[in-house]
């Protein structure tokens, strides 16, 4: 009534001219209503064709900002589980994935993600063929079922399994670089040099930037004594993650067979300044005093690795070594008698490796042999020896239990209880 008696007393020109204002006053908000509600779907799309391009590293990076400004929403949450876990950081995947199931309760989506955060790890589940059989139908979510399988297999030590599955993700995606990595790792570990350098110089061409990348062709140069161009490929990789504990010591190393101590040192300082429990960057530091002749400066280095590592064969000899060249005659016996226990270890080792070799359903073998690498500190090889018992027999509550503690101190609670469910529920297993 009042506007109405209003416009009526104003001039017609500026009713008109009010009109048009209002109108486009109007349109403006709309448009920054739309807007406001677009930008989180386009930042999140940008995260997914990271994604889609392979590269869970960049995707976590745009996420980490993506969060910064809308860190209600809820499909972030999924994506953010899917980088992480092509990223390896199963624990903070595994979180992730609970947050938003917690939210969105579980979708065909986030199942499938539950599976392959398992697959990957080398935990199959018993979804091993469900999984294939997508594979085979072609499924939009093949390529990522194909990098999760072929993860798993060679953390079960299946090489062949893995560069099978590798084979054909590369051949329906060939610049795929997580998979080129991968293929060129384990061709490496089976001795192809040749095969695995190409693998692994085709995924530089492909992500030039990329630490892990730079990383793993530096490795390989390393290995086959091209010491000076793995320098090269591991300074890059430590551009975009300097403080890569994996690195630092692959670059120390790589600096003393190029006769470069005083390099070889620093580095070796920044990592035990980062971490000063480092078994493997301790050991590096004191055979640098040793091949200097510090004997003195070296013996606490690998004094305190001895006791960080008991299992670490190399840091016992050196000490040794140490010790008996600094006089140190009763820490030298303890460090002897030390020495020939692990002597003794590698030796029933050996010949567990061949009974089980020669007997592939040999569980009870499997079992020591898990054992054996809980006592080495060789907790890769005994998952392996853990996934062929759940192979044999899916129902292993031991194993169950086992893995139940793995998943614990991993940081993958739920894991764990779907691996202790599984234990309670074991044929003999007490209901007190």
Aim: net charge neutral.
């Amino acid at each position: 009534m009042f506007m109405g008696g209003l416009s009526s007393r104003l001039p017609r020109t500026f009713r008109g001219r009010l009109f048009v204002v209002l109108v486009v006053v109007g349109l403006v908000l709309v448009t920054f209503t739309g807007w406001s509600c677009l930008r989180p779907v386009l930042a999140l799309n940008e995260v997914e064709q990271a994604l889609a391009r392979n590269d869970p590293a960049k995707a976590c990076e745009l996420l980490n900002r993506f969060s910064n400004r809308w860190p209600d929403n809820e499909k972030a949450l999924l994506v953010w589980a899917q980088a992480l876990r092509r990223t390896d950081d199963c624990s903070q995947a595994e979180w992730f994935l609970t947050e938003y199931e917690r939210r969105a309760g579980k979708t065909p989506a986030s199942e499938l993600e539950w599976s392959l955060l398992g697959v990957q790890q080398g935990d199959f589940a018993g979804q091993e063929e469900s999984l294939r059989a997508i594979v085979d139908r072609n499924s939009s979510d093949a390529a990522n079922i194909l990098e999760a399988l072929a993860k798993g297999y060679n953390v079960a030590f299946r090489y062949t399994d893995a560069l099978a599955a590798l084979g054909r993700l590369i051949e329906s995606h060939p610049d795929h670089v997580p998979a080129l990595i991968l293929r060129g790792t384990i061709l490496d570990h089976q001795r192809q040099a040749d095969a695995a350098e190409k693998s692994l110089r085709r995924a530089v061409e492909l992500a030039p930037a990329s630490a892990e990348v730079n990383a793993a062709l530096a490795t390989v140069l390393n290995h086959h004594g091209r010491t000076r161009e793995a320098i090269q490929y591991f300074e890059r990789a430590l551009q975009s993650n300097s403080f890569d504990s994996a690195l630092l010591v692959e670059l120390a190393r790589a600096h003393v067979d190029d006769d470069d101590l005083p390099s070889a040192e620093r580095r070796l300082d920044e990592l035990l300044a980062i971490n000063p429990e480092h078994a493997v960057g301790l050991v590096e530091r004191g055979r640098i005093d040793i091949r200097r002749g510090q004997f003195d400066r070296a013996e606490p280095f690998l004094a305190r690795a001895v006791v960080v590592a008991p299992w670490k064969r190399e840091a016992h000899h050196l000490r040794l070594m140490v010790l008996r060249r600094l006089g140190k005659n009763e820490a030298s016996a303890a460090c002897a008698a030390r020495i020939a226990d692990l002597q003794n270890e590698d030796g029933l080792g050996g010949k567990l490796r061949i009974r089980a070799r020669d007997s592939s359903r040999d569980v009870a073998t499997r079992w020591e042999l898990w054992l054996w690498s809980q006592r080495n500190g060789q907790i890769d090889e005994g998952i392996a020896w853990l996934t062929e018992i759940l192979r044999a027999d899916p129902k292993d509550p031991q194993v169950h239990a086992a893995f139940a503690d793995y998943f614990e101190r991993a940081g993958q609670p739920r894991r764990a209880a779907l691996h202790r469910d599984a234990t309670s529920t074991a044929p003999g297993a007490s209901n007190d």
